[in-house]
């Protein structure tokens, strides 16, 4: 399944912005699909995740600030993202636990927050 992540954009501290990641195919039957982020000068790194029995895993500098969520039906899993933060800014990927152990990388989105 190839997988198109869009929503990124420039957003001031305190906005809020809503990332879609769209799959090619059914994502019912993968396990894990997660967003992540890599920051300028620093490595990729895991924001949230969600599995096919509904279970979600945040990172912890996320302090109930997003929300991952997965819609089936509609084959897209969305991270909203509120009381954003100019440490926020980082080019967002969304990925599938198999692609990630695979070392597959699609095109991420760029989030961008001033201050």
């Known amino acids: 399944v190839q997988l198109q992540a869009s929503g990124g954009g420039l957003v001031q501290a305190g906005g809020s912005l809503r990332l879609s990641c769209a799959a090619s195919?059914?994502?019912?039957?993968?396990?894990?699909m997660g967003w992540y982020r890599q920051a300028p000068g620093k490595q990729r790194e895991l924001v949230a995740s969600?599995?096919?029995?509904?279970?979600?895993n945040y990172a912890n500098f996320v302090n109930g600030r997003f929300t991952i969520d997965r819609d089936n039906a509609k084959n897209t899993v969305y991270l909203q993202m509120n009381s954003l933060k100019p440490e926020d800014t980082a080019v967002y990927y969304c990925?599938?636990?198999?692609?990630?152990?695979?070392?597959?990388w699609g095109r991420g989105t760029l989030v961008t927050v001033s201050s």
């Open positions: 990925n599938t636990d198999e692609h990630v152990a695979m070392g597959f």
């Open positions: 195919g059914r994502i019912s039957s993968i396990n894990v």
């Open positions: 969600t599995t096919s029995g509904g279970s979600t």
